[in-house]
């Protein structure tokens, strides 16, 4: 059983900078594919940014590209997500999440593992 457990989130303002970890136990990061989703309240947890197991291919939600940046350490089974130029819509709990396999889908039902979140606040 994979446990994920995130942190780095917090307080910024607009246009400056967060990373969040993700850091891995009970298994191998290097054999889930992974990804980070976040949800805002009164909205569905959405899609922000994956990796692939192998090749390091990275996708990202159309909203946070050329801002973040998703990067893995299988060495350290960790996972991090480099947040730059962040915008107040950035706010919500973000949410790391592993699966078996190797495809990259962007909805939540294909993931098997989920870290509990860490909450990100961007001010205006």
């Known amino acids: 059983q994979v446990q994920l457990v995130e942190s780095g989130g917090g307080l910024a303002q607009a246009g400056e900078s967060l990373r969040l970890s993700c850091v891995a136990s009970g298994g191998s990061l290097s054999s889930h594919v992974m990804a980070w989703f976040r949800q805002s309240p009164g909205k569905e947890r959405e899609f922000v940014a994956g990796i692939v197991r192998l090749s390091g291919r990275a996708d990202y939600a159309d909203s946070v590209k050329g801002r973040f940046t998703i990067a893995r350490d299988n060495a350290k089974n960790t996972v991090t997500l480099q947040m730059n130029s962040l915008k107040h819509g950035d706010t919500g709990v973000y949410y790391c999440?592993?699966?078996?396999?190797?495809?990259?889908?962007?909805?939540?039902?294909?993931?098997?593992?989920w870290g509990q979140g860490t909450q990100v606040t961007v001010a205006s």
């Open positions: 999440a592993a699966r078996n396999g190797y495809s990259l889908p962007s909805v939540t039902e294909e993931y098997d593992y």
